[in-house]
């Protein structure tokens, strides 16, 4: 049966409609972000005035080797949990929703029993890989096994309620989640210093767990089965399909171990803690509104996988949406560097400024890649993922390692933007064969636009006078601003809306 094709009227609303969704979502996850934020330059902050650049990190290798263990022991279905559940709720089935939910739950457990022997097994040869060839610390690894449960746990219910589309709690939890964190680490680190990192990393997970299972629970009554064969199979099925994405977050751990381990071989203890204190500048700071996005673009792209031409405009208009906010706030960003260095760490930290810097493009960069990079995950091509992930793991190492050895730690910094080029040519190529996927040329002009202005504030942020900064940095900034909010105008009717708004509020007052 051939149905009428919706007229130019009809496509304009509902791209408008889809823009206005997008920005919606955003926003709420946005402002989640933005006390995320606020909670993290706060921890941070007294976790730099207290443990300075050697325990900062400390508190950053011990991160990678929980993420190494985890991502070793998940066997990589945890890929295929969001997406399936996903699917279901487009369907409604209550009964098989309650059974994969159980799924969830069951593999869950056994993902953190096996995670937390693992990391005990392990803990004497990633001692060694890790801390360049010192024993010493495997003690401590072991004891990271609980934060190793606990986390499996957690990602179990963040797919629960990421595939039943509970956005609006997911953001609650996780502004919650941040303050609490806050709460719980800081005083071990006072009290206890550097012996204090590892036993406020295990009590902060654990009470995020305990958030999420207090929210979670409370829609989805807790059930497991163990012993349960029918579970085994099924998982065992998705355990199948997940060794793929197994070695591709088993690659990118090696590499966020082999980083750290490189740079104290041949620098020391502070060159690691000033390199992921400016990586935090940018993916973990600025890089906010691609957290934001995660939570609801993931499961709305797995629910339409098989429409190429839907796909393909969700996509340009996550990576529009994208451009559009990233675009100024990077500017700024760049603009106020050497005031946020102070603010977020201390003095100590100054050296970060050029390595933020020259790390800046990375982001921007990212914004054009990463809605495109769910495609696989959202159709559950796992080979294509793998190739890809690995094809940026090796990459990014290899420019790591020869640009630190000539540029210092501003090569770090270059590395992570020619590497984040190099890979969207590569999916690109990749992705338009195999998907049919295709960037949208007008928002591409639109990202070349803001690119040059990019590139202008940090020529002036890097070579140019306090005055020139000011001056022709503030024209730059208002200018970047100008052209995101006007295109937001045109595609989302933003002020119309506002003013709407408004005036039924004084309305019904």
């Keep these: ?9 009809e496509k304009q609303q509902t791209n408008e409609v889809s823009y206005k969704y997008i920005l919606k979502f955003t926003g709420i996850f946005s402002s989640v972000q933005g006390l995320n ?28 080797i929980t993420t190494f263990i985890a991502d070793l022991s998940n066997l990589g279905i945890k890929f295929s949990w969001v997406r399936n559940l996903s699917e279901l709720y487009s ?40 801390f360049g060839g010192d024993w010493s610390h495997a003690g401590d690894i072991c004891l990271l096994s609980p934060m190793i449960i606990f986390l499996a746990i957690t990602s179990g219910e963040i797919s629960i309620l990421k595939g039943m589309r509970i956005l609006k709690r997911v953001a609650a939890i996780s502004g919650l989640s941040a303050v609490v964190a806050l709460i719980s680490t800081i005083p071990f680190f006072y009290f206890l210093g550097y012996d204090g990192i590892i036993p406020a990393l295990n009590v902060s997970t654990f009470l995020v767990l305990c958030i999420h299972l207090f929210y979670s629970v409370s829609l989805y009554p807790w059930k497991v089965s163990l012993f349960s064969k029918a579970c085994f199979q099924r998982g065992k ?19 966020t171990l082999s980083i750290p381990a490189y740079l104290l071989s041949r620098g020391s203890l502070e060159d690691v803690g000033y390199f992921k204190a400016g990586y935090g500048l940018i993916v973990t700071y600025a890089g906010m509104i691609f957290v934001a996005m995660e939570a609801d673009y993931f499961p709305r792209l797995s ?52 390595m933020a810097l020259c790390a800046g493009f990375y982001l921007f960069f990212r914004a054009l890649l990463l809605p495109v990079s769910y495609i696989p995950l959202a159709k559950g091509d796992s080979i294509t993922y793998l190739i890809t992930e690995i094809f940026y793991d090796v990459i990014v190492l290899l420019l790591i390692i020869v640009l630190f050895s000539w540029f210092g730690l501003e ?15 590569f999916v690109t190529l990749v992705y338009s064969r195999k998907y049919g996927f295709r960037y949208d040329v007008e928002i591409l002009k639109m990202g070349i636009f ?59 007052k």
């Design 1 to 9: 049966m051939n149905e009428s094709l919706p007229d130019a009227g």
């Design 237 to 255: 099925n998705m355990v199948k399909l997940g060794i793929p994405y197994t070695l591709a977050s088993l690659a990118g751990s090696i590499v």
């Design 450 to 508: 803001q690119l040059i202005i990019l590139i202008a504030t940090f020529c002036i942020c890097y070579w140019g006078t306090f005055l020139l900064k000011i001056i022709v940095g503030g024209l730059l900034l208002i200018i970047s601003s100008a052209l995101s909010i006007n295109r937001l105008q045109k595609k989302t009717a933003l002020f119309s809306g506002i003013v709407n708004k408004i005036s039924k509020t004084i309305k019904h």
């Design 91 to 130: 369907e409604n089935d209550k009964e098989k929703i309650s059974e994969y939910i159980k799924l969830i739950r069951t593999w869950s457990l056994w993902i953190a029993i096996g995670g937390a022997l693992l990391c005990a097994f392990l803990s004497p040869l990633i001692s060694l890989y890790s």
């Design 411 to 425: 090569g770090t910094g270059i590395a992570l933007s020619l590497s984040i080029i190099l890979e969207i040519i």
């Design 37 to 64: 934020l606020f909670v993290s330059i706060v921890r941070n902050k007294l976790a730099a005035v207290i443990l300075g650049p050697a325990g900062m990190a400390l508190v950053a290798i011990y991160n990678s």
């Design 303 to 354: 629910s339409i996988q098989h429409d190429i031409q839907k796909m393909n405009r969700v996509i340009n208009q996550q990576v529009e949406v994208c451009l559009l906010l990233i675009s100024p706030s990077l500017v700024g960003f760049m603009l106020l560097m050497p005031v946020f260095v102070p603010l977020l760490y201390s003095g100590v930290f100054l050296p970060v400024v050029d």
